[in-house]
């Protein structure tokens, strides 16, 4: 859809009122030079009355000044002095005429005109109080006529009374249809703008949606088409409408689901893979409905839209397979989280049992049995909280606010931290907590709550150290700004980006293990719940940061060596006050 179309629509350049105030300024000049050219004529020949040729020429004047001066806007409906250049002109005009004219001549039946003029634009107190006063005047004609000549005053009076009835009627229907006039134009203005609001939304609503909106005519012609639906079928963003679906070989399906709508008559869906050159096909959820056909009457007002539409919507399987598979983590989610709840409780009890029991045995295989189940009940009471942490982790993306922090004194306290804490394990003892840590992001801000920072920062260091080797490099922790040593854009974005990485030389993850590396409950340890770096997505998430794996080359003491690096990418502290893309809702 152009710009134009959603601009405001231009109100009528003649609107059904003017016309009418035209249409009477028009007549009434038509009716003053009529007058003028007759009393003009009548001057020459017979030697007429030369006042009333000087009465019709100031007529004539009067109304094209009125013409000039009213062409913008009629006067007021409401009764009032501002009706009497008009009406009153015309009356007074028509009186003076009948007046002074010496012949048979009769102008009364132009005492209509100011009649219609007000019953037309005017109230109908004004209709009825010209008509009035137009039928005293003619009354009293009437009179006068009586007292100055014979005739039979019964039939004259009969005949002016017939008359002015007339008149009354004339007045009242034409009032009667003027207002209705007015009011189907009122109704027309208004559903306009009705249509016109309405065709705003859709314009909004359809441009706006992820999936792709098409409407086509039975020759295959696109008329509409959202930018969701043109990158869907590869064509460029201002493609002219309307144009061919058939145009382009990749879109046959399509085209031929369209044209089976037709025929069927009735809606229809399919999935269907499109092939466009130098592309990837690209697999779409077509669904088509049919608009129902227009009548006679509207495909004449519109001539040249189609008769019927068949509207398509495109939907991309890739999403559609993600949405399902959202759907399916939260139901697992919601279901682990209720399961590791319950097992909570039972747990607690198994744990305070064995440790009573413990405290009577004497035998060394008894005590061993019970130091295991003491490690799997504390094994799976990790496990239990590790789920549940989801849960806490949602409360506490809503509850916190990013702030800026700087990079390297903050990483440089957790890392403080981390090392300080005791061993968790043998494999800890074997290999001390020692790193290689380079922090060159010395006056780098970041937008982060320290708290998450933290513990994403925990988490990676703790995985890295479980597959590190033993030389005192093989942990590197580092921070910088972008460079060729940045693993995640080869080619940095505009502006600087501020990153951090936790790399380790362990073995190679398999190719399996990094397809599912940041999905809940996956993990290549049967030890492990694979929530940790899960969790770490999605906090890194909530303040606009990018978390990532690659397969990365060091130099260490050793010489160059391949390991694995996990890198964040942070959202600058520069944008706080501009929203970021969110992980806003981890449902459990």
């Known amino acids: 859809m152009s710009a134009s179309r959603l601009s405001a629509p231009p109100l009528p350049a003649e609107p059904q009122v003017m016309r009418l105030w035209h249409g009477f300024l028009n007549g009434r000049i038509l009716v003053a030079s009529v007058l003028l050219i007759f009393q003009g004529l009548g001057t020459v020949q017979s030697h007429a009355n030369p006042w009333l040729w000087a009465i019709c020429a100031i007529y004539l004047g009067l109304t094209v000044l009125t013409r000039i001066v009213g062409r913008n806007a009629p006067p007021p409906p409401q009764t009032g002095l501002h009706w009497l250049p008009l009406i009153g002109v015309d009356i007074a005009v028509v009186c003076l005429l009948q007046l002074w004219q010496a012949g048979p001549l009769n102008y009364t039946p132009l005492l209509a005109l100011p009649i219609l003029m007000a019953s037309a634009l005017g109230t109908l107190l004004l209709a009825f109080a010209t008509t009035a006063g137009v039928t005293l005047l003619m009354l009293g004609w009437t009179t006068w006529q009586s007292l100055y000549g014979p005739s039979d005053l019964t039939q004259q009076y009969f005949q002016t009374a017939l008359t002015c009835a007339g008149y009354f009627l004339m007045a009242y229907l034409t009032h009667q ?61 201002g493609l002219p409408l309307p144009f061919a679906l058939a145009a382009h070989a990749g879109n046959a399906p399509l085209s031929a689901l369209v044209a089976q709508t037709f025929i069927n008559g009735a809606p229809l869906a399919a999935d269907m893979d499109l092939v466009h050159a130098g592309q990837n096909p690209l697999g779409l959820h077509a669904r088509t409905w049919l608009t129902l056909p227009l009548a006679g009457n509207a495909l004449q007002a ?37 399961v590791a709840h319950e097992i909570r409780n039972p747990l607690a009890a198994i744990t305070q049992a064995n440790a009573l029991l413990a405290e009577d045995l004497t035998d060394p295989g008894q005590q061993r049995l019970s130091q295991m189940v003491t490690h799997n ?30 990079l390297d004194a903050q990483v ?7 090392r300080a804490q005791a061993p968790a394990g043998a494999q800890d003892t074997a290999c001390p907590r020692q790193a290689l840590v380079q922090l060159e992001a010395a006056t780098a801000l970041v937008a982060f709550d320290a708290e998450h920072l933290r513990r994403v920062l925990v988490n990676l260091l703790d995985n890295a150290q479980r597959y590190r080797s033993s030389a005192a490099d093989g942990l590197q922790l580092l921070t910088g700004h972008n460079s060729a040593s940045h693993p995640l854009d080869p080619a940095p974005a505009q502006g600087a980006q501020v990153w951090l990485q936790v790399w380790s030389d362990g073995a190679p993850l398999e190719a399996s293990v990094q397809r599912h590396l940041f999905e809940p409950f996956f993990s290549s340890q049967s030890r492990s719940s694979g929530l940790g770096l899960y969790i770490c997505r999605e906090l890194c998430e909530r303040y606009g940061a990018r978390l990532g794996y690659q397969r990365l080359v060091r130099n260490t003491a050793r010489g160059p060596v391949e390991g694995n690096a996990f890198t964040l990418v942070f959202y600058p502290a520069a944008a706080l006050g501009t929203p970021s893309y969110s992980f806003d809702t981890i449902v459990v």
Do not use: Y
Request: with cysteine; hydrophobic share 50%.
């Open 412 to 418: 440089a306290a957790v890392w403080e931290e981390w």
């Open 302 to 338: 519109t001539e040249p839209l189609p008769a019927q539409w068949c509207v398509v919507f495109l939907h991309d399987l890739r999403e559609m397979q993600a949405r399902l598979r959202t759907e399916k983590l939260a139901a697992m989610g919601r279901m682990s989280a209720a």
């Open 377 to 406: 009940a504390q094994r799976l009471a990790r496990i239990a909280e590790e789920v549940l942490d989801i849960a806490r982790v949602q409360q506490q993306i809503h509850a916190a606010e990013a702030s800026a922090l700087p």
């Open 177 to 237: 249809l003027a207002q209705r006039l007015q009011r189907e134009q009122q109704l027309s203005l208004q559903s306009r703008l009705a249509a016109h609001l309405q065709e705003q939304v859709n314009h909004l609503i359809i441009h706006h949606l992820n999936d792709g909106v098409l409407a086509m005519d039975q020759q295959g012609l696109v008329h509409t088409a959202n930018p969701a639906a043109l990158q869907l079928l590869g064509c460029a963003p």
